[in-house]
């Protein structure tokens, strides 16, 4: 019997859908996506009244964000046995427009999809400690693979006095986020000590910033000195420090970042491996130039690293569906 060449998610189904869509991470979780569903395909907008104008004026944390979530909805098609199409930056008059993604019957979902789905309902962003267990060569040889096969490039720092100066630039980084009294602001505006749908919970960062920044990826200061923080600041040795970049450092380059981050993640999640996420170097141009010389690459760098294993860890909360999508079936 032929195959279909179109088929039809019921309202319920779409739902669904976006809602895994929505587990993406995003910067401060301000999860800055919009979905539209008309029946035949999705529509992905990044919702710009989420984003950051301080610490993200370009809105380029807010494309990785959106692509994080671009790369769920595939995964979540891909448990209904659909298969998808993707146009990235489908009208040129509408640069909210971030992705289409046409939807056709697919292969019988495989057990290597369950997989994946399951370590996406499990990954999350790593403010605390890691296990005192060393990450094994073929994780961190299959995440390379991965980012690749997203057109990007997942470069680790191995190197003692190279990862020695990327350390320095991110704390410098850090050094000069916490001076701007901008930046303070809108970190605690998205770092809420009451119940929200969005922002970065209390309980997900620690009061205190006692960790010793000189040996790790040092995590951005959420608690802003309110000692609302939650977290236990305590921490296990630092695993691998990687640089994901893309070729560019174009719009559609970084959806392609957030996707690539995104497979990344998700990848290392199979393996109960999860990763600190370090933005804040990228967010300064002068910065970011520094590290590409001392890498010696010519990729553009997009994002920090830190991955090491861990048990899970609460979902920080989300949106529903009706404040993040309209679906018109």
Not at 76 to 98: E, K, Y
Not at 251 to 269: R, Y
Not at 270 to 279: N, P, R, T, V
């Given at each position: 019997?032929?195959?279909?060449?179109?088929?039809?998610?019921?309202?319920?189904?779409?739902?669904?859908?976006?809602?895994?869509?929505?587990?993406?991470?995003?910067?401060?979780?301000?999860?800055?996506?919009?979905?539209?569903?008309?029946?035949?395909?999705?529509?992905?907008?990044?919702?710009?009244?989420?984003?950051?104008?301080?610490?993200?004026?370009?809105?380029?944390?807010?494309?990785?964000?959106?692509?994080?979530?671009?790369?769920?909805?595939?995964?979540?098609?891909?448990?209904?046995?659909?298969?998808?199409?993707?146009?990235?930056?489908?009208?040129?008059?509408?640069?909210?427009?971030?992705?289409?993604?046409r939807i056709a019957p697919g292969p019988q979902t495989t057990p290597a999809d369950r997989a994946q789905f399951e370590a996406m309902l499990r990954r999350h962003t790593r403010r605390g400690d890691f296990l005192d267990r060393p990450v094994s060569p073929e994780v961190t040889i299959r995440l390379c693979q991965v980012a690749a096969a997203h057109d990007a490039v997942l470069l680790y720092v191995v190197q003692p006095g190279t990862r020695k100066t990327v350390l320095h630039l991110a704390r410098e980084a850090e050094r000069l986020a916490a001076r701007d009294p901008r930046v303070g602001e809108e970190v605690e505006q998205w770092t809420p000590s009451g119940r929200r749908r969005d922002g970065v919970p209390s309980r997900a960062y620690p009061a205190q910033r006692t960790r010793d920044d000189s040996e790790s990826l040092p995590l951005r200061d959420f608690d802003r000195g309110r000692g609302i923080g939650a977290l236990d600041d305590s921490h296990g040795p630092t695993g691998p420090i990687a640089v994901l970049g893309t070729s560019r450092n174009?719009?559609?380059?970084?959806?392609?970042?957030?996707?690539?981050?995104?497979?990344?993640?998700?990848?290392?999640?199979?393996?109960?491996?999860?990763?600190?996420?370090?933005?804040?170097?990228?967010e300064y141009p002068h910065l970011v130039d520094q590290l590409q010389v001392e890498l010696r690459t010519a990729m553009r760098p997009q994002l920090l690293m830190a991955f090491g294993y861990a048990g899970s860890a609460p979902a920080t909360p989300r949106r529903p569906v009706d404040e993040i999508a309209d679906i018109d079936v």
């Open positions: 019997m032929p195959i279909a060449d179109h088929v039809r998610l019921s309202p319920e189904e779409a739902r669904w859908v976006i809602a895994q869509a929505g587990r993406a991470p995003s910067i401060h979780n301000t999860q800055p996506w919009h979905f539209r569903f008309d029946g035949d395909a999705f529509t992905l907008s990044a919702d710009t009244k989420r984003g950051l104008s301080v610490t993200d004026r370009h809105g380029r944390l807010m494309v990785i964000s959106c692509g994080a979530a671009l790369y769920n909805l595939q995964l979540a098609l891909r448990q209904l046995g659909l298969t998808s199409t993707v146009t990235r930056l489908p009208d040129a008059h509408d640069p909210r427009q971030l992705a289409r993604i174009a719009e559609v380059d970084w959806l392609t970042a957030g996707e690539a981050m995104q497979a990344v993640l998700v990848s290392a999640a199979e393996d109960w491996a999860f990763a600190q996420i370090d933005s804040t170097i990228t």
